[in-house]
């Protein structure tokens, strides 16, 4: 009992925090139909120097790290954003009247991570004088890169059988001998059709453009280029006297801009039916306690920090929110993008950044102290 009145205590008291403030204000300027806008530009611009602040000191925190010590947060990372992928196929994708591309781009969407719910994250840890393993962002794509390929590898899987069952299906169908005029560009013989059809090479997952595409994402750029420049170079001083300083005031209004868009994409939820808004609400929640539960594995093992369970625990909660959309858009263009961008988004950004993250710090915090 003592435990859960500690806990709650502590959780509420991180909702008062001045970085969830802004969002709850963006969303609230959004809610009213203000004309307070953003310009894109601004928004790309902030979360670049963001990125690039927390690559840069876990490249140079990995520089006099011992490499063997993120062996097993980077397995339980990979391992999390592959389980986050098969949880919502074989979930999201069971509802009613929800396809299972859907299902699948949704999932990988969530198993995917996001810059800038990691980069609050760490700056309400800073607050909370919350000590963790700078290089623990570096966790970020060891679970973003095999989300996003488990999700394309699944829907291509997906697609190749069915179109080996509506092959199957028209091999039964009798037809005249000659009689292909029905259908456009049918060739004169049926084997010929469907050995068209069935063309393994046309069918082949090709996993190396996946990671090309998800590398090449702004924000997976902006990090891994924090991350080499802090590890092959000497950036202290500019990190100090330049980037760190800045950090605060440019995620509160970057906070400020994600609350206004997830207000102006409730339409889009809106179209894709009440199943995405109560996984987006439940998923990120329950993906967050899989990772925190994998980085006490490691806290046990190997003394992995509380605060690198949080940091586990808020990627596996966030969902991409600029290099997953066109990488999936690419990779399973039969998707419908309303349903998992509108489901990220719209509901499940704000349940990660203002219940996941405090969530999961109030927990750390309760179990530090027992």
């Known amino acids: 009992m003592e435990f859960l009145s500690d806990f709650l205590t502590t959780f509420l008291g991180k909702l008062q925090s001045p970085t969830l403030g802004f969002l709850i204000g963006g969303a609230v300027v959004a809610a009213v139909n203000s004309r307070l806008s953003i310009p894109d530009a601004i928004y790309k611009f902030i979360v670049f120097m963001l990125l690039i602040k927390v690559g840069l000191s876990g490249g140079i925190a990995i520089r006099n790290a011992n490499i063997l010590e993120m062996l097993l947060p980077a397995l339980f990372a990979v391992v999390t954003g592959i389980l986050i992928v098969f949880i919502g196929r074989y979930t999201l994708g069971k509802m009613p009247n929800i396809k299972?591309?859907?299902?699948?781009?949704?999932?990988?969407?969530?198993?995917?991570?996001?810059?800038?719910?990691?980069?609050?994250?760490?700056?309400?840890?800073e607050e909370q004088s919350i000590q963790y393993e700078p290089w623990a962002a570096a966790l970020y794509p060891f679970m973003d890169i095999p989300a996003l390929v488990t999700a394309i590898v699944l829907a291509s899987l997906y697609a190749s059988k069915q179109r080996d069952a509506a092959n199957e299906n028209l091999s039964k169908q009798p037809v005249a001998v000659g009689d292909y005029s029905s259908t456009p560009d049918y060739p004169a013989n049926r084997q010929e059709y469907l050995s068209q059809q069935q063309d393994p090479a046309d069918q082949r997952v090709k996993i190396w453009p996946i990671i090309q595409e998800s590398l090449q994402g702004s924000a997976l750029s902006a990090l891994l280029l924090g991350l080499a420049l802090g590890l092959l170079t000497r950036p202290e001083s500019v990190y100090e006297s330049f980037f760190n300083p800045l950090f605060r005031g440019l995620l509160s209004i970057l906070m400020l801009v994600m609350g206004m868009e997830a207000t102006a994409r409730l339409g889009e939820l809106r179209k894709v039916g009440q199943w995405y808004a109560i996984y987006a609400f439940f998923a990120p929640l329950l993906h967050g306690f899989i990772a925190f539960g994998f980085g006490m594995i490691a806290h046990y093992a190997t003394g992995f920090s509380f605060g690198g369970v949080v940091i586990l625990a808020v990627i596996a909660a966030s969902s991409s929110d600029i290099s997953g959309p066109p990488t999936l858009r690419a990779g399973i263009p039969k998707a419908n993008p309303s349903a998992y961008i509108g489901s990220s988004t719209a509901v499940g950004t704000p349940v990660a950044l203002a219940i996941g993250i405090p969530l999961y710090i109030a927990l750390a915090q309760v179990l530090m102290g027992s």
């Not at 859907?102 to 800038?116: E, R």
């Open 100 to 125: 299972v591309m859907d299902a699948i781009a949704t999932a990988g969407l969530f198993g995917a991570v996001s810059g800038s719910t990691l980069a609050a994250a760490l700056t309400l840890m």
